[in-house]
């Protein structure tokens, strides 16, 4: 049964705020995604802002530091710009926040693009003869992977 959505009374706070720290000890979560999570348990809006607030006060959300860890997961697997802002923006990082943080793998992107354009590239070449076929799926591995249109034909090119 959903809980009002009045002003929040104290016990309704302190029980939010015990779950969301439940919630906070199994994995990082933006403040966004910890409030879904509470009002997906039940609890009135309110006490979940309240919440969310008081663990971001006490220093338990820190948005820049889960996109900066989330960019960094995605680098390191050889992924895009496209797909680590998907993953942000699914994860309820702000559009700022997951700008800012996408921005330092700017630079690095086309490298990475043509490292994994090498490692796919080689993989096709496993399996036969390299052709148009080939080519395109690569080209496709590589935009699945989040990479943008020019990215990926300057990578097919510096390997080419």
């Known amino acids: ?14 029980e939010a705020e015990t779950t969301a720290l439940r919630i906070l000890g199994g994995a990082s979560q933006s ?3 910890l409030e879904r999570r509470l009002l997906q348990r039940g609890f009135s809006r309110p006490a979940a802002a309240d919440a969310v607030e008081r663990c971001r006060a006490l220093g338990y959300i820190d948005d820049r530091a889960l996109a900066t860890s989330v960019v960094e997961r995605h ?17 309820g990082v702000g559009g700022e926040v997951a700008a800012e943080a996408v921005s330092v793998v700017a630079e690095d992107e086309q490298q990475t693009a043509i490292e994994a354009a090498r490692h796919l590239l080689e993989r096709e070449l496993r399996r036969g003869e390299l052709n148009d076929r080939g080519r395109r799926r690569v080209a496709a591995a590589l935009q699945r992977r989040g990479f943008a249109g020019d990215v990926v034909v300057r990578a097919l090119r510096a390997i080419a």
């Open 75 to 91: 680098r390191r697997a050889g992924h895009g710009r496209s797909r680590m802002l998907a993953d942000l923006r699914a994860r």
């Open 31 to 33: 403040g966004v995604a």
């Open 1 to 14: 049964m959903p809980r009002p959505t009045g002003p929040a009374d104290r016990g309704d706070v302190e």
